[in-house]
């Protein structure tokens, strides 16, 4: 509820849409593939190269006292984001989640929680145990290695949080709110995440975690 002046004026709010807009970005094949022949043979094929790929799905489920319709300050909209790898080869994964206001100048995006599956992410970056989720910088970084597997729940709800005042909140009167979902893989060996996630600095605790997680991370590709 916000008020004004003592007055209740919560019926008289707009309430305030709902969308999700998922957005893959596949890191595309990384690989290599080994070919040879002779000057009587042809089309010999001796290797495909790898490929690594992902998918992100989305669902929405209907909670009795909140319309998915339009939300107020305070309501969860319970939003399932799955994370599906599906890769041939051993392969390092990262998420990124941005809320996002339309038609609100200078929005606040910190009035928008993202409510994170039960112990699917982690504070902080255990030495001794893999297969979780670590948030450091605008990234989420999967702690392990991964192929194809089955999807894993990493996001169960949407919460909006409001405004600090009436003026904060009620400029997001009417408004629709988009949550863009980023997936990005890329193949362990020869970890080529050093030179394509620039945002992972050398020397970090993250950094020497996903390295250590890397077959022949030091391993040179010869020409």
Not at 8 to 25: D, E, F, G, P, V
Not at 35 to 63: C, H, Y
Not at 102 to 122: C, F, L, Q, T, W
């Amino acid at each position: 509820w916000i008020k004004r002046s003592g007055v209740n004026i919560n019926k008289k709010i707009k309430r305030i849409a709902i969308a999700s807009l998922c957005a893959l970005i596949p890191v595309g094949a990384l690989g290599f593939g080994y070919f040879t022949g002779g000057d009587e043979k042809k089309d010999i094929q001796i290797a495909n190269t790898l490929t690594v790929d992902g998918s992100i799905e989305v669902t929405t489920t209907r909670e009795t006292e909140v319309s998915l319709a339009g939300i107020v300050p305070g309501d969860t909209i319970n939003k399932t984001i799955n994370i599906k790898p599906d890769s041939t080869a051993e392969s390092l994964m990262r998420v990124k989640i941005q809320p996002n206001w339309e038609g609100v100048e200078s929005p606040n995006i910190s009035n928008i929680k993202i409510v994170y599956a039960d112990n699917a992410v982690k504070e902080e970056l255990n030495s001794s145990e893999n297969n979780y989720w670590y948030k450091e910088g605008n990234y989420l970084y999967y702690i392990g290695k991964v192929t194809t597997q089955d999807a894993m729940q990493l996001v169960k709800g949407i919460k909006f949080l409001g405004g600090t005042n009436d003026e904060d909140a009620n400029k997001y009167q009417g408004k629709n709110l988009k949550i863009n979902v980023t997936l990005e893989m890329i193949q362990c060996k020869y970890a080529p995440f050093k030179t394509r996630w620039t945002e992972v600095k050398e020397g970090t605790n993250l950094y020497n975690k996903l390295n250590a997680l890397c077959p022949e991370a030091d391993t040179k590709v010869e020409e």
